[in-house]
Every structure is written in C-alpha cells, then in structure tokens.
C-alpha cells in the first residue's frame, strides 16, 4: 500500500469531495460534476480574500491554493451570508 499523496488536486463542493484529474475546472464543469441546476451560484472560497462568484466560462486554477479547492452554492438571488 503506497502511502505517497496523489498529485490529484482536492475539491470540495458544498462540503463533498470530488475527484478531479486535471489542474483547472471552469464553472460549467463544477456544475455537472455536481450536478447542481442552472438556478444557484456557485462560489470560490479564497482564503484572505472575499469569496469569488464562479460562472459557467470561469476557469479556475485549482493548484494555486494550499490545501483543498473549495466551493460553495446558493440560490439565485439570495443574499450571501
């Protein structure tokens, strides 16, 4: 059993775990992995820094973080918070 870290990078929507393979992940991607609908926002949770609303044509680096990329949802319209 090898105890050696992935190089895969960590990715958290809503607090679940997904596997991804490549560096980067656009919204459209978060979405479908997730399966989440057309209808919530998705946002980057950026440590120091407000969080960053991610949409459909976003492209995320998920190897610029130290430790895991996460994202959270909401809504359309709500109020973040």
């Known amino acids: 059993m090898s105890t050696e870290k992935s190089n895969r990078p960590e990715l958290f929507i809503d607090n679940e775990r997904y596997d991804w393979d490549e560096d980067t992940i656009t919204g459209r991607q978060i979405r479908v992995l997730a399966s989440l609908p057309d209808d919530v926002q998705i946002f980057h949770k950026v440590p120091g820094h407000p969080d960053q609303e ?3 044509d976003t492209v995320v ?8 990329d996460r994202f959270w949802t909401q809504p359309v319209g709500s109020q973040a918070g």
């Open 54 to 56: 991610i949409k459909d």
């Open 61 to 68: 680096d998920l190897t610029k973080q130290k430790g895991p």
